[in-house]
C-alpha cells in the first residue's frame, strides 16, 4: 500500500511539473511541432515516466530533466524567432511540391511523399493541381496549399450560364 501511494505522489507532483512546463514552453510548441518540438516532448515524456515509475530515482531527477529540456526548448523558440539562420537548422523551411499546376516529382521524392498523400491533400481542401499556384510541405509536414485567382472570364462565364 505505502508503494502505491508513493507512485500516487510521485505521479501527481511530476504530472504538475510536466503540465507547467509545457505551459511555460508556449502555445507555438504544441500546435505546430517541428522536429525538435516533437523530440523535446517525447524526452519529457521519458525522463517524467521514469521518475514516475523507479521510486529509487530520486524525484528531483525527474524534475530537474523535466524542467531543464522546458528550459531548452523555450531558449531554442527564442532565439529561433530572433536568428532565422537557426530556425532553417531546428526547424526545417519549406519545400516548394506543386508551381503552377506541375508537381515537381523530384521533390516529391526528396521529401518522401508519394502522389497518393498529395492528391489525399489536395482533395482534403478541394483541389486540384491545375487550380494550384503553389503547395508546399512545411516543416511541420503539413501541405500548405495557395489555390491560383479565379479568372474573370471563368466567372463570367459561370455567371452567363446560370442565368
Not at 515524456?45 to 525527474?62: C, F, S, Y
Request: charged share 30%; hydrophobic share 45%; aromatic share 6%.
Amino acid at each position: 500500500m505505502l508503494e502505491l501511494l508513493t507512485l500516487i505522489y510521485r505521479t501527481t507532483v511530476l504530472y504538475i511539473v510536466a503540465l507547467i512546463v509545457f505551459r511555460l514552453m508556449g502555445k507555438r510548441t504544441l500546435a505546430k511541432m517541428g522536429p525538435f518540438d516533437f523530440a523535446v516532448i517525447i524526452m519529457i515524456g521519458e525522463a517524467v515516466a521514469i521518475g514516475m515509475e523507479d521510486t529509487k530515482t530520486p524525484l528531483i531527477n525527474a524534475i530537474g530533466i523535466t524542467v531543464a529540456l522546458g528550459v531548452l526548448q523555450y531558449l531554442l523558440t527564442w532565439l529561433n524567432v530572433r536568428f532565422r539562420w537557426l530556425e532553417k537548422i531546428t526547424q526545417g523551411v519549406p519545400s516548394r511540391l506543386i508551381f503552377q499546376g506541375n508537381i515537381d516529382q523530384e521533390e516529391l521524392k526528396r521529401e518522401r511523399v508519394s502522389r497518393a498523400d498529395l492528391f489525399m491533400e489536395l482533395r482534403q481542401k478541394d483541389t486540384q493541381p491545375k487550380d494550384v499556384k503553389e503547395a508546399r510541405l512545411e516543416p511541420t509536414g503539413e501541405i500548405s496549399i495557395l489555390k491560383k485567382p479565379k479568372s474573370k472570364s471563368n466567372s463570367k462565364n459561370k455567371q452567363k450560364k446560370s442565368k
